[in-house]
Nanobody
Framework: QVQLVESGGGLVQTGGSLKLSCTTS????????VGWFRQAPGEERELVAA????????YYKDSVKGRFTISRDNVKDTVDLQMNRLEPKDTATYYC?????????????????WGQGIQVTVSS
């Protein structure tokens, strides 16, 4: 059974940092692009960042460029999202997702495998 597990969320003050990590159980990110999505209450799920396999290409939502960095460790089989200079508008549930292709996708339906999500709250 495919499992994607997110960790590293929590509560942080404006301007602070968090690092989200995504790992797998009984599966592998090998040959797959991975994305981090987020969804705030009453909002649609949106792609924050994505990384191709093996990691040469990345995508970032405009509002996080320069603040967030996505990376992958293909030996440890993990994908991280380093989030710096966090703002209250970054508050959401963050989801790790993987697709069956090595290239980045920008829409949620392009990703077949999802984690359960982890809460990130940025206080003002």
């Amino acid at each position: 059974q495919v499992q994607l597990v997110e960790s590293g969320g929590g509560l942080v003050q404006t301007g602070g940092s968090l690092k989200l990590s995504c790992t797998t159980s009984g599966w592998t990110f090998s040959s797959r692009a991975v994305g981090w999505f987020r969804q705030a209450p009453g909002e649609e799920r949106e792609l924050v960042a994505a990384i191709s396999w093996p990691g040469r290409k990345t995508y970032y939502k405009d509002s996080v460029k320069g603040r967030f960095t996505i990376s992958r460790d293909n030996v440890k089989d993990t994908v991280d999202l380093q989030m710096n200079r966090l703002e209250p508008k970054d508050t959401a549930t963050y989801y790790c997702a993987a697709r069956s292709y090595s290239t980045v996708g920008t829409e949620a339906p392009e990703y077949s495998y999802w984690g359960q999500g982890i809460q990130v709250t940025v206080s003002s």
